[in-house]
């Protein structure tokens, strides 16, 4: 299974009340398998970003994906996943680790993409409706 997962993760206020929205879409079929809308509680913008790729992920390896593409509005976790940023934050680096541990699980075979957030529509309005939730 080739899965393409979409994640966003936000905060109201940096840091403040944070949640992530994740949607996992088969690439073969185009279909939504899996749908994660999750309140965080207080945290920033950056980690709840991280912790949406790290929901997808993990959900990933259940799944057990042959492939992955993170698409993701933010472009430092794009880019730090990629490595074309170094990760100078040690609470971001905990969550950078977390991701590459995953992608070891997953064989290595995990690409990142980074998209303007109007493409981004579905994981966006899950994590806004975490946020919502928790008001």
């Not at 009340?17 to 088969?26: E, K, L, S, W």
């Not at 541990?101 to 975490?130: F, I, P, S």
Request: charged share 25%.
């Amino acid at each position: 299974m080739n899965l393409q997962i979409y994640t966003d993760g936000g905060a109201r206020g940096n840091p403040g009340p944070a949640g992530i929205g994740v949607a996992i879409i088969d690439k073969a079929t185009g279909e939504t398998i899996a749908e994660i809308s999750q309140y965080l509680g207080e945290t920033t913008n950056n980690q709840a970003e991280y912790q949406a790729a790290i929901a997808g992920l993990t959900r990933a390896v259940e799944l057990g994906a042959k492939s992955v593409e993170i698409v993701a509005d933010s472009e430092l976790l794009v880019r730090q996943c990629r490595g074309q940023y170094k990760v100078k934050n040690a609470d971001l680096a905990k969550r950078f680790l977390e991701v590459k541990n995953l992608e070891t699980q997953l064989g290595g075979r995990v690409t990142y993409t980074h998209v303007k957030r109007e493409l981004n529509k579905q994981a966006d309005a899950l994590a806004n409706r975490a946020m919502d939730a928790k008001k």
